[in-house]
């Protein structure tokens, strides 16, 4: 059972460059998504998939795209990658009722983009 | 829109002691608070939830308080470890529909 399973784990991109993280989960959660951390920032929500076939936007998604491929895969898609992107990347998972939404997050994904 | 305030600097403590960490909240009090376990190079791991109408929570050597008067969430650590040591974020949500926001978090270090 190996929960969220993100990739690639580093990457490093140049200014314009597109690229797509891959995430994926095998707890049969309805619910995804996708953060990015950043010093002194917390963890900002990018995109979610509240179930297969539905995405809404977050905190932060202006120079992202994202596609709920079915209930366990889950990409982020950066269409022309600027500096600013440069961030650790969290793909995510849930299962809303009782225990109120816990995350289940992956191992992240670091990206650089020169 | 809620925002959260845990200390930004590094919390160091002996090996053996009561680790307490913040969480102070502005706005709409949230139904849930968790906190969550970061350590370097990882994802967070969820540790605990507490719910509004909940003054404390425990979980072997955790607990967690919710003072909804004071906007305020405390996290104890009894007896630390230095494996203790890690980045401790909380998290807060208004309700069962709402997404999680999360605090910053605060770093954690027990000397041994």
């Known amino acids: 059972n190996a929960g969220v399973t993100q990739t690639p784990k580093f990457q490093v991109l140049k200014t314009g460059q597109s690229m797509t993280l891959q995430c994926a989960q095998d707890m049969n959660h309805n619910s995804m998504y996708w953060y990015r951390q950043d010093p002194g920032m917390g963890l900002r929500l990018i995109y979610y998939s509240a179930s297969e076939g539905t995405t809404d936007k977050g905190e932060v998604p202006n120079g992202y795209n994202v596609s709920r491929l079915n209930k366990r895969e889950f990409s982020l898609r950066l269409e022309s990658a600027a500096p600013s992107q440069t961030s650790v990347y969290f793909c995510a998972s849930s299962e809303p009722g009782y225990a109120g939404n816990t995350i289940y997050f992956g191992e992240g994904s670091w990206l650089t983009v020169v | 829109s809620q925002k959260i ?62 003072d909804t008067t004071l906007k305020q969430s405390l996290f104890h650590i009894t007896a630390s470890q230095p494996a203790d040591s890690a980045t401790y974020l909380c998290a807060l949500k208004k309700s069962s529909g709402d997404k999680l926001t999360f605090g910053t978090g605060t770093r954690l270090a027990v000397r041994p």
């Open chain 2, 5 to 66: 305030e845990q200390n930004s600097e590094a919390l160091n403590i002996q090996e053996g002691k009561t680790a307490t960490l913040t969480c102070n909240y502005t706005n709409y009090s949230p139904a849930y608070l968790q906190w969550y376990r970061q350590d370097p190079g990882r994802g967070p791991v969820f540790l605990l939830l507490i719910r509004e109408n909940e003054k404390e929570k425990r979980k072997e050597r955790l607990k967690v308080t919710f």
